[in-house]
């Protein structure tokens, strides 16, 4: 069974065990995600089953590949990772005022580059760097050029706790948002939540839990009706349809003749779709096949 899941992931829940719990129900061994959640952060996390893996490049590659965030900070603390599950290095009583909160925001918004985290998924010579720090060697993170469309201060909530909101690029990490905006207004922080809301035009209305999922396939329920199809963010690619016969030679690595114009092409038997080709020179040649 081939298709796209849109998990609404919990806290606690790593990326890759998500992926295996939706492959498991659908009896599917292949699985991929497309981008990858911190274990504490939720929202919108995108499960490919089957052979809809095979589509992951083009989903990263095609599609809008900006994210959307809220998030917390709480001042006066700073921990090793960040974030509320790091351990504490420092502690202060320093808290900035509304202005100076602004005002890093829109310092924020101009940034081009960006430090990621040691304690990310990020390779260093080969190895994970949350691996080198935790085995306490020395990790020396560059920066990586980054976007930020949009950031905003949204209020403060509760237990000096204070929100917001941002659309930015890809590889970009709240984590360290989080120590830039600290870092501006002269203060320590640490992150308190991270929520995704949308991503590779995914939405978090269009998402489903885990647990819910798992009590629906427990119970006998219908969890296919949550499965989207394995070219449902294609939409942009065009289409080119196969007859039978033609189909059949494709699937086997031929290359059909057609006067379709040069490029990429969603191949279809009539509503079935089975995978993308190339058109070039007035030949559709396969890419890949589902």
């Known amino acids: 069974m081939d298709g796209i899941i849109i998990l609404d992931k919990d806290s606690g829940v790593f990326s890759r065990s998500a992926g295996y719990r939706v492959a498991r129900m659908f009896q599917e061994k292949k699985f991929g995600h497309i981008g990858t959640l911190d274990p504490m952060a939720t929202?919108?996390?995108?499960?490919?089953?089957g052979n809809a893996t095979k589509m992951i490049p083009y989903v990263e590659s095609l599609n809008d590949n900006t994210k959307e965030y809220l998030f917390g900070l709480r001042f006066g603390v700073e921990t090793d990772s960040f974030?509320?599950?790091?351990?504490?290095?420092?502690?202060?009583n320093v808290i900035p005022e509304d202005g100076q909160i602004f005002d890093a925001c829109e310092k924020i918004s101009k940034m081009t580059e960006q430090i990621p985290p040691k304690l990310s998924a990020i390779h260093v010579n080969g190895v994970r760097a949350y691996k080198l720090a935790r085995q306490g060697k020395e990790v020396e993170m560059q920066p990586r050029p980054i976007k930020i469309f949009d950031i905003e201060f949204i209020g403060k909530g509760r237990e000096n706790e204070y929100n917001f909101r941002v659309v930015c690029s890809r590889g970009t990490y709240v984590r360290s948002i989080v120590r830039d905006i600290a870092n501006f207004c002269g203060a320590i922080?640490?992150?308190?939540y991270i929520r995704r809301i949308k991503t590779n035009g995914f939405d978090i209305n269009n998402a489903v839990k885990l647990d819910f999922l798992e009590k629906m396939f427990n119970n006998g329920g219908d969890i296919k009706q949550y499965l989207m199809s394995s070219d449902c963010a294609l939409g942009d690619i065009p289409v080119i349809n196969?007859?039978?016969?033609?189909?059949?030679?494709?699937?086997?690595?031929?290359?059909?003749?057609?006067?379709?114009?040069?490029?990429?092409?969603?191949?279809?038997?009539?509503k079935d779709f089975i995978g993308i080709g190339c058109v070039d020179g007035g030949k559709l040649h396969p890419k890949r096949t589902i």
């Open 83 to 92: 974030d509320i599950t790091g351990k504490t290095l420092k502690t202060d």
């Open 43 to 49: 929202g919108v996390l995108t499960i490919a089953i």
């Open 189 to 192: 922080a640490t992150t308190t």
């Open 242 to 270: 196969l007859n039978d016969k033609d189909a059949k030679f494709y699937k086997n690595g031929g290359f059909i003749e057609t006067d379709a114009v040069d490029g990429l092409k969603r191949v279809y038997v009539g």
